[in-house]
C-alpha cells in the first residue's frame, strides 16, 4: 500500500521554526516529485514548494520564497520542509503530495496524498 506520512507540525511563536518531514511507505520517494501544499480554513489549498525528481528543480510559492527550504533524503526515503521565519499567515494544514510526473501547481495533479499536520504560528 503506497502511504506518506507527514510529521513535525506544531505551534510556534512568530519568527520561529520548524521542519516538516513526508515519509513515503510502499514506494521510493527519488522516483517521485513530492509537493508541499498547504490549507488555511477558508482558504483554497496552495502549493507552498515543490521538488522535482528528474532533475531535483526545487520551487516556492513567494510567500515563503527565502524562509522554507524542501529536500531530500533518499537513503530515510523521506522529503523534509524546513520553514523558518514563520509568520501567523503560515497557520495551515500542509500536506505532502508525490507525482511521477514534473512538478504541477494544482493538488488535483498529485496521485498520492499524506493525512496533513497542523502548523499553527501564534505570539
Known amino acids: 500500500q503506497l502511504q506518506l506520512l507527514e510529521s513535525g507540525g506544531g505551534s510556534v511563536q512568530p519568527g520561529g521554526s520548524l521542519r516538516l518531514s513526508c515519509a513515503a511507505s510502499g514506494f521510493t520517494l527519488d522516483y517521485y516529485t513530492i509537493g508541499w501544499f498547504r490549507q488555511a480554513p477558508g482558504k483554497e489549498r496552495e502549493r507552498v514548494s515543490c521538488l522535482s525528481s528528474s532533475d531535483a528543480s526545487t520551487y516556492y510559492a513567494v510567500s515563503v520564497k527565502g524562509r522554507f527550504t524542501i529536500s531530500r533524503d533518499n537513503a530515510k526515503n523521506t522529503v523534509y520542509l524546513q520553514m523558518n521565519s514563520l509568520k501567523t499567515e503560515d497557520t495551515a494544514v500542509y500536506y505532502c503530495?508525490?507525482?511521477?510526473?514534473?512538478?504541477?501547481?494544482?493538488?488535483?495533479?498529485?496521485?498520492?496524498w499524506g493525512q496533513g499536520t497542523q502548523v499553527t504560528v501564534s505570539s
Open positions: 503530495a508525490a507525482t511521477p510526473k514534473q512538478c504541477k501547481l494544482l493538488y488535483s495533479e498529485y496521485e498520492y
